[in-house]
């Protein structure tokens, strides 16, 4: 199951320039602890995005994202701090609340704005979505919504989330090995899916090629707001049962 999941999160990646890291991180969740799940997402999310770079910095717009990416370097600290001390009976319900919550605000379409392009509010949506993405691997919403009203055309609009989330990743497993939250087991495990998820990275971005712009926001939003409530129910169910 892992493996199909591997998938088909690198295959929304490949195709809409974020989702990977949450969709991939739930699903580990059914089986692993969210310190074990969190990183090893993270660890795939840079690993399959390589191929992405170099088309997504041509078209990275500047203002934006070096203020998206400034904001979210004000988050990760927080982030992966709480994630390596909260214990995993109470952080795995509040990763299943905080991907839920994505999952709502990606099937909830705003209405995307036709002015300039803005960079008003980018530092604010930024450290939300840095704070989400080290916590929960949710960073896509937050910064999606935000993008979506910034005025960008869904080229750069899709570049500046490939390079957010990559530099994202990248700084948020930087910091679990800071706090000593990174593991050989952390390793293994990302290899064992490393190729499923590049496999579909590379179908995601051919699909991307013939048929832009269809949305997968549908599909998406469906399957994180199914996947979350299940972790949401069964790491409440644990809580209940283990942690009083």
Known sequence: MLVCLAFFAGLVRGYSGFGFAMLLSLGLLLRYSPAEAVPVALMLDVAASFSLWPSAIKA??????MRLIGGMLLAIPLGTAMLSHVPALWMTPLVGLFCLIGGVLVLW?????????S?????????LAGLAMSLASSGGPPLILYLLRSGLDPIRLRAVAVVFFAVTSTVSLLGFWLFDALHHS????????LLPALLGNLAGQWLYRRWPPVSLRWAVGGLLVVMSSIVLCSGLWKLYWYGG
């Open 60 to 65: 990275f717009h500047r203002p934006i994202g």
């Open 109 to 117: 379409r705003p209405v995307v704005s036709a002015g300039p392009a």
């Open 119 to 127: 960079s008003h509010m980018a530092l604010p949506a930024g450290v």
């Open 186 to 193: 952390h390793a293994s495990l990302a290899l064992t899916l």
